[in-house]
């Protein structure tokens, strides 16, 4: 890879995490049970909590593939710590998918009567599919490597 394509990559990495993070600051103020809540009650509900820390797992991700890019600009991507920022991001979105899916089941099995949770489940099912890609992508790389490193 050029150095071009490695810093756009690595800069639309930095605007995806930029974006995500923003979205999940404000996106619990227009969540429907937050229309009679003050800050403090909405930033502390269990779902949001729960949501925050699972995020952990997607920044680290993030992270990991902003090195591995740093990494393949450098030419190092057989390197052994190029092959543990692939490891990481593997085990992070399978991670992430884990907790999606009882995130999901939660919802599906705890929600009022009056709301309906297919909007949520169906966001669930996808971003559980795409995690899971996300995973298998990073398998696949990572056996590249370590069989082009040998």
């Known amino acids: 890879m050029n150095k071009t394509t490695t810093t756009l990559l690595q800069a639309l990495i930095v605007l995806v995490g930029l974006l995500t993070l923003f979205f999940m600051i404000r996106m619990p103020l227009y969540e429907g049970r937050a229309a009679n809540l003050d800050l403090v009650s909405i930033y502390t509900d269990g779902l949001i909590l729960y949501v925050y820390a699972s995020s952990i797992l997607f ?16 030419n190092k991507q057989y390197t052994a710590p190029a092959v543990k920022a692939v490891k990481t991001i593997k085990y992070c979105a399978l991670l992430l998918s884990v907790l999606i899916v009882l995130a999901g089941i939660y919802i599906r099995f705890n929600h009022s009567p009056e709301d309906d949770p297919a909007g949520f489940i169906a966001l669930c099912i996808f971003t559980t599919f795409l995690s899971l890609l996300v995973a298998w992508v990073a398998r696949r790389l990572q056996r590249k490597l370590e069989k082009s490193g040998r």
């Open 59 to 74: 920044f680290i991700g993030l992270y990991k593939a902003f090195r591995l890019l740093g990494y393949f600009r450098e």
